[in-house]
DNA sequence: CGATTCCTTGAGACAGCTCAATTTCGGTGG
DNA sequence: CCACCGAAATTGAGCTGTCTCAAGGAATCG
C-alpha cells in the first residue's frame, strides 16, 4: 500500500513509457500529477461491478484486472484481460458495461472523468495516444475473436499462453529463445471464462500439454516453457507474426 | 455505379450524420470534399487481402462489408461486419491485418492517408469521433465475444438477427413492435464464419426458429420477424438494453 | 495442522461437426 | 414465359470434442 503510494512522480513512474500519457510533455504531466490519484485493490476484489458509476477512468500500474459479462444463469465471457499500462474505463461515459475485477493486488492511477476529459479537449496528446491503444485493443479484441469462434480447445490454451508470454515480454526484458516463466495470475476457472471453456476442459488440455513436455508446471500458477516455438505451433497460427527473435 | 457517383456533395450524404464526420464543420467539410473520391466494388469481391496494403481508409456510404480472419487450414472467423457509415482502415497503420470483402455491392467514401491524417493532427472533430466510433466498435466486439465464447447455436443466430435487426432500425425508421423486415446480405456460409458455426448447423437453427414461427423466411435472404420481443427472448440476454419502445 | 480453495481425473451425455444426398431459389437464355 | 442451370440451402445419419456430474487430491493460509 504505502509502497504504491511512492508513485508519486510521473516521472518514476513504470508505465510512464507505454501508458495513456506516453507521449505527454512536461507541462502536460504537471495537470496530470493534479487530477491523478491512486488506488489499491487487492486480489479477488471487484473493482467495479456492470451497471455502476465509475468516477474516473484509470491506468493500470501494477497487477492485473480482468473485465467480463456475465449471463443471467451464469455463464460468465471474459472479455479483457488489463496489464501493467493498459487503460480504464472510457471518457465520455461513466457506467461500465463491464464487471471490472483485480485478480491479483492492483494499483491504478485514477484520473477523475471531469478534469481528464477536459485535458483530452486541450492536448492532442492524451487523446492521439488514448485513439492508439484504443485501436490496438480494438484488433486484439478480434484476434480473441478468432481464438474463441474456431479453434479447439488445445489451441485456445495455447493461444492464451502465448500471449501473455509475449506481453510480459513486451513489457520486461526480449523475448529469447531460452526457457520462459510466465507467472499466471489466472485460475483455471478464469482461463476457462476467457477461453469460452469450462475449467474441467482447460485443466485437462493443460495436462496434455505438460504430458508432452510443451510446458513445465512449476506450482500451480507459474508455467515454464522450454521452447515457445513448440508452444507456437500448437495455436493454429502460422508462423507467429516475427516477434520471436 | 453513376448513382454511386452522384454522391459528390457531403451535404447530400446518406452517412453524413454518422458517420467519421459526423461532427465536422463547412470547413471542414471543404478539406474532405477535396480528398475524398468514391470506390465501388460489387458483391463478392474482395476489397483487400489480409496482408496487403491499403492506400486508404474511407466510410461506407452503401452495402455491407466484412472483415475476416482466415486459419491457414481455412477456418474462418469473420470478426467485422461494416455497414453504411461504418469506418474502414486504421490511420497510421496502411496494411490490414484482415480480409475485407463486400458482401453486396459497396460504395466507399475512400480518403488517402496523408491528408487525412493531416486532417486529423489539426481538427479535433474527425479525431474526436473517430474515438468515439472506435470505442463503440470496442464495445461491440466484447459483446461477440460474449456470443462466441458462451452462447449456444440457436442463442447465437437469435443474437446475430437481433444486432442486424437493430442496426437497420437505427439507421433508418425505428424500431415499432410490428414485424421487422430483415434483408440479410450474409450468405449461411458467411453467418456461420461470424457465428463460430458451421453453415449445417445454422441452417438448421434456422429453421427450428422458422418451425416455431419467431422468424418467417421470405426467400433465402430475407427474414421477417413477427415479433422482436420473442427473438430477443431466444437470444440469453436479459431483458435487452430498452432500445425497443 | 486443519480447512478451504483450487485443481485433477474419470465416466457418461449431448451439442454441434462431418460427410453425404436432395431440394429450393434466383437468374438466364431460348 | 418457361425450362434449365448453378449456387445456396436444407435435411439426414453417425461421430467426436467438449460439457456435465462426481469423486478425490494438492497447494495455500491462518
Known amino acids: 500500500m504505502s509502497e504504491a503510494l511512492a508513485d508519486q512522480q510521473c516521472s518514476d513512474c513504470p508505465i510512464r513509457h507505454s501508458a495513456v500519457c506516453a507521449r505527454c510533455e512536461p507541462h502536460e504531466f504537471e495537470v496530470l500529477e493534479q487530477i491523478k490519484y491512486y488506488r489499491n485493490y487487492e486480489s479477488g476484489q471487484i473493482i467495479s461491478w456492470s451497471g455502476d458509476e465509475m ?34 474505463g472510457r471518457p465520455g461515459r461513466s457506467i461500465s458495461p463491464y464487471d471490472v475485477t483485480a485478480v491479483s493486488d492492483v494499483t491504478l492511477c485514477c484520473f477523475r472523468r471531469k478534469p481528464f476529459e477536459q485535458l483530452m479537449r486541450t492536448t492532442p496528446h492524451v487523446s492521439e495516444r488514448l485513439l492508439d491503444m484504443t485501436l490496438d485493443e480494438l484488433d486484439a479484441a478480434r484476434d480473441w475473436m478468432l481464438v474463441l469462434g474456431r479453434k479447439t480447445a488445445r489451441e485456445k490454451i495455447a493461444s492464451l499462453l502465448t500471449i501473455i508470454a509475449r506481453r510480459e515480454a513486451a513489457l520486461g526484458m526480449a523475448l529469447s529463445k531460452g526457457p ?66
Open 180 to 245: 520462459i516463466v510466465i507467472d499466471l495470475p489466472l485460475t483455471r476457472e478464469a482461463m476457462a471464462n476467457y477461453l469460452g471453456l469450462t475449467l474441467e476442459t482447460v485443466s485437462r488440455q493443460i495436462s496434455a500439454l505438460k504430458g508432452e513436455k510443451i510446458i513445465v508446471l512449476d506450482g500451480k500458477r507459474r508455467i515454464v516453457v522450454p521452447d515457445i516455438r513448440r508452444l507456437i505451433m500448437e495455436t493454429g497460427d502460422d508462423l507467429d507474426g516475427g516477434m520471436i527473435a
Open 55 to 88: 468516477p474516473f477512468v484509470a491506468s493500470v500500474v501494477r497487477g492485473v484486472a480482468t473485465l467480463s459479462q456475465t449471463m443471467e444463469d451464469g455463464r460468465t465471457q471474459m472479455v479483457g484481460l488489463l496489464l501493467p499500462s493498459d487503460f480504464l
